[in-house]
C-alpha cells in the first residue's frame, strides 16, 4: 500500500485540477462567445442595407428610385424581407446539416485542432462578407455563397466545446455551471449587437470585418492553450453518474483528481486504468446515439424552442426598428437586453434543474410561460422604453432558458448516459444530434419570419407561441418519468412500500 501524500502536496493536486477545469471553462466560454458575436451583425446590418431613405433627405443622384436610393443592392426591392430571410437560410440550414456530420467528425478528430480550425475559417467567411461593402458587392449569390461557408465552418464550434466541458465536469452540479457558462451565448449576441452598432451606420463592412478577426484570434488561442482530456495532464475524469452503492456527490473532489502518477491509487487501478487506455471504446454510431433514452424527445424539444430563438437573433433589432422606430444603432442596442434575460434564464434554469433532478419539467415550466409574455410583448411591448425593457428581459429568460439548458447540461447529460457504460465516445454525436436537430428550427423560425412578416408582425408572434407549445408537449413522456421518479422517492422516504 502507497504511502498517503502530505497535505500540502494533496492541496497541490486538487488545485492542478482545478486551475484546468478553470482554464476550460474560459477558453471554451470565449470561443462560443466569438461564435455568436460573428454571427449577431447581420441582424443589425438588416435595417441598413433597406433603411427608410426617405428620412435622410432628398436623392442627391435624382434618379427615379428616390425611395430605395440608400438601400445596398440588391436588397433595395420590394422583396427585401424575403432576400433577408434566404440569406439567414442560407447560414441556418447549411449549419444545420453540418452538424449532424460535425459531431462524428468531432469524435474522431482531435477537438483542439477541429475547433481552432473551424474558427479561423468562421474568421475568413466573416471578414469576406464585410468586405463587399469596400469591394462594392451587389450579387445575391456571393452574400449566399458566404452564408452557406460560414454555416457550415461553425458547426465545428458547439460539439467541441460542449465535449471539452463534459469531459472536465461530472453530473453533480452541471446544471449550474453549465448554465452559468452557457451565458457565452447571450454574452456573444450583445458584444456582436455593441460592435456591430459602431459602424453599421457609417462603414457596417466593419461590423463584420471586426468580429471575423476577433474569433480567429481566438481560434489561434484555443490552439496552443486548450486541453481536451483530464487524462492529457494526468488528472483523473470526473464521475458521470452518481453510483448505486454511494451517495457522494460526482462533482465532489477527490484525491484522484490530481495526476495519476502520484495521486496515491493501487497499483491494481493504474494498472486497470493502463488497460482501458489500451482498449480505446469506439465512437458510438448515429443510430447508437438515437438510441439513448431521451435523445429523440430533447431533440424535437429543442427544434421549437431555437426556432423561437433564432427568430429574435435575427429579426428583434428589425421588429424594434419597424414598430417601434427607432434608429438602427437603437434598436440594436435594445435588443441585448433580450440576451440579457436569456444570461439569467440559463442559469436559473441550470440552478432548479439541479435541485430538483428535472431537466425536462424545468424546461416545460419555463415554455409554458413564455407563451403569453411573447403574447403580451407584441403588445404591449412597446408602450414605452421602460415596458419594453422589462418585457425583452422577461422574454429572453423564459425563451432562451429552456433552449440553454437543452444543449449544455440535457446534451451532457446524455452523451454520458449510463446505457453508455463509461464510453465517452458518444457525447459529441449526442451533442450534434441534439443541436443539429434545433438548428433545423433555427433555420425554420428566420424563414417563416421573413415570408410571414409581410402579412404583418402580429402572425409572426403567433408562430412563435405556437412552436413554444409544440417544444412543450413534446417532452410530456420525460415529464411524466420525471414526476413518476419524484413521487417513488417520496413514498421510499415517507417509508410507503410499492404494491
Keep these: 500500500q502507497l504511502p498517503c501524500p502530505c497535505p500540502h502536496l494533496l492541496i497541490s493536486l486538487l488545485s492542478l485540477s482545478r486551475r484546468y477545469r478553470g482554464l476550460t471553462l474560459v477558453l471554451t466560454f470565449l470561443s462560443y462567445t466569438s461564435y455568436h458575436l460573428s454571427r449577431k451583425p447581420i441582424s443589425i446590418v438588416k435595417s441598413q442595407l433597406h433603411p427608410n ?292 434564464g440559463g442559469i436559473f434554469a441550470g440552478l432548479i434543474s439541479d435541485y430538483t433532478s428535472g431537466r425536462a419539467t424545468t424546461c416545460c415550466v419555463m415554455l409554458v410561460i413564455a407563451a403569453p409574455m411573447l403574447f403580451l410583448y407584441n403588445h404591449v411591448g412597446q408602450n414605452g422604453i421602460g415596458t419594453s425593457t422589462a418585457m425583452l428581459v422577461v422574454c429572453g429568460a423564459l425563451v432562451n432558458g429552456p433552449y440553454a439548458l437543452i444543449t449544455t447540461a440535457v446534451s451532457a447529460d446524455l452523451g454520458t448516459h449510463e446505457s453508455l457504460k463509461g464510453n465517452a465516445k458518444a457525447l459529441s454525436t449526442v451533442t450534434a444530434i441534439i443541436d443539429g436537430t434545433g438548428s433545423i428550427g433555427a433555420a425554420l423560425g428566420p424563414l417563416l419570419a421573413g415570408l410571414i412578416s409581410p402579412t404583418g408582425w402580429n402572425n409572426v408572434f403567433y408562430m412563435l407561441i405556437g412552436a413554444d407549445v409544440l417544444a412543450c408537449l413534446l417532452l410530456t413522456r420525460v415529464v411524466v418519468k420525471e414526476v413518476r421518479g419524484w413521487c417513488g422517492y417520496m413514498a421510499r422516504k415517507r417509508g410507503y412500500v410499492p404494491t
Excluded at 443622384?61 to 422583396?79: I, K, L, R, Y
Excluded at 471504446?281 to 431533440?299: D, K, Q, T, Y
Excluded at 426556432?307 to 441585448?336: C, E, M, Q, R
Design 53 to 344: 431613405c426617405s428620412a435622410l433627405g432628398p436623392n442627391p443622384h435624382n434618379n427615379s428610385n428616390s425611395s430605395t436610393w440608400c438601400s445596398w443592392a440588391p436588397f433595395d426591392g420590394s422583396n427585401y424581407n424575403e432576400l433577408f430571410g434566404a440569406l439567414d437560410n442560407a447560414f441556418l440550414v447549411a449549419y444545420a446539416i453540418g452538424m449532424f456530420i460535425s459531431g462524428i467528425f468531432g469524435e474522431r478528430l482531435p477537438l483542439r485542432y477541429y475547433l481552432s480550425g473551424g474558427m479561423v475559417l468562421s474568421g475568413l467567411f466573416t471578414a469576406l462578407f464585410g468586405l463587399s461593402y469596400f469591394c462594392n458587392i451587389h450579387v445575391l449569390w456571393y452574400f449566399v455563397v458566404i452564408q452557406v461557408c460560414n454555416g457550415l465552418v461553425q458547426t465545428t464550434g458547439w460539439p467541441s466545446v460542449v465535449t471539452c466541458v463534459g469531459n472536465w465536469f461530472g453530473k453533480g452540479k452541471r446544471g449550474l455551471i453549465m448554465g452559468v457558462w452557457n451565458s457565452h451565448t447571450s454574452v456573444g449576441n450583445i458584444l456582436g449587437s455593441l460592435i456591430a452598432g459602431v459602424w453599421v451606420s457609417s462603414s457596417w463592412g466593419l461590423s463584420f470585418i471586426v468580429p471575423g478577426i476577433i474569433i480567429a484570434a481566438m481560434g489561434i488561442i484555443c490552439f496552443f492553450f486548450l486541453v481536451e482530456y483530464p487524462e492529457d495532464v494526468g488528472c483523473s475524469p470526473p464521475l458521470h453518474h452518481v453510483m448505486t452503492t454511494s451517495e457522494k456527490d460526482p462533482e465532489v473532489v477527490t484525491p484522484n483528481d490530481g495526476p495519476l502518477s502520484i495521486s496515491g491509487q493501487s497499483s491494481s487501478h493504474r494498472s486497470d486504468s493502463s488497460k482501458e487506455s489500451a482498449e480505446e471504446p469506439e465512437a458510438i454510431s448515429f443510430l447508437g446515439a438515437l438510441r439513448i433514452p431521451g435523445v429523440v424527445e430533447f431533440s424535437l424539444c429543442l427544434l421549437f424552442a431555437k426556432l423561437v430563438s433564432y427568430t429574435f437573433l435575427y429579426w428583434l433589432p428589425l421588429y424594434i426598428v419597424n414598430v417601434a422606430h427607432f434608429g438602427a444603432k437603437k434598436a440594436g442596442d435594445l435588443s441585448t437586453l433580450f440576451d440579457v434575460g436569456g444570461i439569467f
